[in-house]
Nanobody, 122 residues
Framework: QVQMVESGGGLVQSGGSLRLSCAAS????????MAWFRQAPGKGREGVAA??????APSYADSVKGRFIISQDKAGVYLQMNKLATEDTATYYC?????????????????WGRGTQVTVSS
């Protein structure tokens, strides 16, 4: 059974950094694209960053380019978030897709974690 568990969220001041982790079990990460999504109150789910074993360059939403870095190892997927702003406040979810593409489209992802809350204060 696939299980994905996010951690690392919390409260941080604007300009600060956080590193999110997603531990995945029940699947071989080398066979899946992995991504981070986020959802702020009253808004839809937004793709933030995605990485795929067969795609050299990760994908990033324009709003986080130059600030967030996605990475992956055998144990999980990570999101280093720098220069955080209040608009980054959201629940962050990791997801896995059998489609080996670094896509930011939520429709392609089959497995999801329950999310971790990130709150950025001004």
């Amino acid at each position: 059974q696939v299980q994905m568990v996010e951690s690392g969220g919390g409260l941080v001041q604007s300009g600060g950094s956080l590193r999110l982790s997603c531990a995945a079990s029940g699947l071989t990460l080398a066979n899946y694209a992995m991504a981070w999504f986020r959802q702020a109150p009253g808004k839809g789910r937004e793709g933030v960053a995605a990485i795929s074993p067969d795609v050299r360059a990760p994908s990033y939403a324009d709003s986080v380019k130059g600030r967030f870095i996605i990475s992956q190892d055998k144990a999980g997927v990570y999101l280093q978030m720098n220069k955080l702003a209040t608009e980054d406040t959201a629940t962050y979810y990791c997801a896995a897709s059998v489609w080996n593409r670094a896509s930011l489209s939520a429709d392609l992802y089959s497995y999801w974690g329950r999310g971790t809350q990130v709150t950025v204060s001004s």
